[in-house]
């Protein structure tokens, strides 16, 4: 479609939008990913203190399908208005692609907020941020993240392992075994995730409001992508809001009626 992409400077813009010319990510995109991915733990009590007021009834499963439809929404709208600034006539390419650069960010925040989020709701603890780092950056990676997390922390676990690969990633995991796996994770996630958000960035910047079908399209489907892993790697919800995680949130007061989000 547009013919080699060696030799178009749009595909030249993206890449290098994300990677110096040695092919390697720059500073300030590994700075911002890093810091996209170490949610903090109040924030992440906050965004579930947020839906138990609106629905003070619901159970961890419907918490769950909640956080579900907010991340979809949130990382579909943010893709396709990014997209959408291809159209104005002032914005040009390079400066939609820059844009798209700050959305792949958005969106790395709004993945790692979902899915501690999702992790604290089966009992995972998410204080730690290379634990919770390293278990992000497994989910965007899919199938791959999950092999390389079987393989490095199922082996340690022995026959007592849980079931479920996102419960390898607490506590129980030993620091230097995590570091290995994180930094292991890393490069890996790096030469996955940014070689496709160029391709993304790319498509966000075609003009006459094509940008906003393909941005908002390419987010939808990594965000589906995203909640697939994420339902693999922790199974069924509990019953019951886990001990650890009902000692931190603000519980509704009785008779609290359940509203509409």
């Known amino acids: 479609m547009f013919g080699r992409n060696k030799e178009n400077p749009a595909v030249k813009a993206a890449n290098g939008t ?14 911002g990913i890093e810091r996209a991915l170490d949610v903090q ?8 203190n947020r839906l138990r007021r609106r629905h003070p009834e619901a159970s961890p499963a419907e918490l769950a399908r909640l956080l579900e439809r907010d991340y979809l929404r949130a990382t579909t709208a943010a893709g396709a208005a990014v997209g959408a600034t291809a159209a104005v006539p002032a914005v040009g390419t390079i ?18 907020l979902y899915a501690d989020s999702i992790a604290e709701l089966h009992g995972v603890n998410t204080e730690d941020p290379e634990r919770s780092r390293a278990m992000v950056m497994a989910i965007l990676m ?3 993240g999950t092999a390389l997390i079987r393989s490095v922390l199922g082996a340690s676990a022995g026959q007592g ?15 230097s075994m995590v570091k290995t ?4 994770i890393q490069r890996r996630f790096l030469k996955k995730f940014l070689a496709k958000q160029g391709g993304f960035m790319l498509g966000r910047a075609l003009p006459f409001g094509a940008g906003a079908v393909i941005g908002g399209t390419g987010n939808h489907l990594m965000g589906k992508a995203v909640i697939r892993t994420t ?6 919800l509990p ?8 000692d931190v949130l603000q519980l509704p007061e009785p008779g609290t009626r359940q509203q509409q989000a």
């Open 231 to 236: 339902r693999e790697a922790f199974g069924p």
């Open 181 to 184: 796996l994180t930094a292991s």
């Open 18 to 31: 994300l990677f110096d010319k040695d092919g390697n990510p720059k500073p300030a995109i590994l700075r």
């Open 142 to 144: 899919g199938e791959e």
């Open 41 to 48: 733990r109040p924030l992440i009590i906050s965004n579930l």
């Open 95 to 112: 400066a939609s692609l820059g844009l798209s650069a700050a959305a792949t960010i958005g969106f790395l925040e709004a993945t790692a």
């Open 239 to 246: 019953q019951t809001i886990p001990g650890e995680l009902a």
């Open 161 to 175: 392992a849980p079931q479920y690969w996102g419960q390898l990633v607490n506590k129980s995991a030993p620091s």
